[in-house]
């Protein structure tokens, strides 16, 4: 698919924008309105799915669909975001998808600039930096933690970087053609199903490739139990990746889970034979209080003493998560059939 070149008249390729909500009625009326405000040249649709909400969501929706002829919503009954996804997927039209999600706002010229690198660098799939924004002190800390190198080690999409070949990236701008091709995302990962879509759109040849240019302000959780509740699925949907598509993992992934032995055989050691035992949890103590320094740089004394408490709740429940994976998981992904993923004939 040419993007630059879809209609006979030389206009740009129509995106469709597609969105999985659930209990997002803090963010959702912000996200949806930075995507109607972006500037592109192109005929652009917006494609909601709705999860079973047991807020606000579904009214808030309808409140944009009413207001606006290009937003539509379709159902989720399962809640679950690669459902969500394919569900939008399927109910959209045009040849670039552009995926984002309801507490994720687009920075302007998002999808221009992405329709463009599209065409300039023949990418499958093309993303940019996850820009974590706080509104309050933890959230703040959690923000400087999601952008840091000790938070997230080298992820390009967290730290930012130069525009490069990536193995994902976030959230991601498609070519239709590919997730048509790949079966749209595998609905048994309820997590990591970026990941795993764009492992198989690189198995296939495919180029997955991050810009500095593309930037999506993102907002962290609210509090350490959420925190904690979403890294510890990051952890164990990531090792069921690694399960499922040998090859996947690497030393970043590792990292985490070499942690929580370490610190938890460091505290046995330490308590049932000898102090110096402590010197390893010790020593992590040291080494995220010291990291949190440059980290919080220009925020106000409170959200920079929280960094050292994000980033342990981070690391901690991401390594807990990857070690207590069951492998049950990934026996269900293996079992699945990824589910078809193609243009209804009757979408408008």
């Known amino acids: 698919m040419d993007t630059q070149n879809t209609n006979s008249d030389g206009q740009l390729p129509p995106v469709s ?10 963010h959702l009326r912000e996200a949806v309105e930075a995507i109607l405000a972006q500037e592109y040249g192109g005929e652009m649709e917006v494609v909601v799915a709705l999860g079973p909400s047991t807020d606000r969501t579904d009214e808030i929706a309808a409140q944009l669909v009413a207001e606006d002829s290009r937003v539509h919503t379709v ?31 687009l920075s302007p010229g998002y999808i221009a600039t992405a329709v463009r690198l599209l065409e300039e660098t023949g990418a499958m799939n093309v993303g940019g930096i996850m820009h974590a924004q ?15 190198k000790i938070g997230v080690g080298n992820a390009a999409f967290h730290t930012g970087g130069e525009a490069q070949q990536a193995e994902t990236v976030y959230l991601g701008v498609f070519r239709r053609e590919a997730l048509e091709q790949q079966g749209g995302y595998n609905e048994e990962f309820i997590r990591a199903q970026d990941w795993e879509l764009n492992f198989r759109i690189r198995e296939a040849g495919g180029l ?7 930037k999506v302000s993102y907002r962290p959780r609210p509090s350490v139990r959420e925190l904690a509740k979403q890294y510890r699925n990051y952890g164990r949907w990531r090792h069921v990746v690694a399960r499922y598509h040998s090859g996947s993992i690497n030393l970043r992934y590792l990292a985490p889970p070499t942690a929580v032995c370490a610190i938890a055989a460091g505290l046995v050691v330490g308590a049932a034979l000898t102090p110096w035992g402590f010197v390893v949890p010790g020593g992590y103590l040291a080494a995220i209080a010291a990291g949190s320094l440059p980290a919080g740089k220009g925020l106000a004394l409170k ?26 998981l990934a026996k269900k992904v293996i079992a699945s059939r990824r589910p078809a993923v193609r243009r209804e004939a009757t979408a408008n």
């Open 17 to 26: 924008v597609i969105m999985p909500v659930l209990n997002e009625e803090r």
């Open 75 to 105: 159902p989720n009954p399962t809640g679950r975001t690669p459902a969500a996804l394919n569900a939008a997927i399927k109910a959209s039209r045009h040849p670039v998808v552009v995926r984002v999600d309801g507490h994720a706002a």
């Open 134 to 148: 706080g509104t309050n002190a933890w959230e703040q800390a959690v923000a400087a933690a999601m952008t840091s």
């Open 208 to 214: 997955i490739w991050f810009s500095p240019e593309l």
């Open 303 to 328: 959200a920079r003493a929280q960094i050292p408490v994000a980033l342990a709740t981070m690391h901690m429940s991401w390594g807990w998560g990857f070690l207590t994976s069951p492998k049950s």
